[in-house]
């Protein structure tokens, strides 16, 4: 998941399918990863409109510290 949001952060994805293209993965994962990430509000998709309306995906943060209590 990490890898998604990275590549949504660092590229100029204009869709959810040209996501997929660039990571290489399959487009379910990509929409199932994006689903996950948004959920937790890391991650928000926009709809953009050309000649079809397609979800576009954006990072939320730059960053994101992770502190686990042992």
Known sequence: MAETQRS?????SS???ELANLVDWDLK???DHLRLLEKYGVMSTRRSRGKREVRVPEALFAQIALKIAI
Do not use: E, G, L
């Open 29 to 31: 994962n990509v929409q």
């Open 15 to 17: 869709s959810i399918y």
């Open 8 to 12: 949504v952060r660092q590229s100029v």
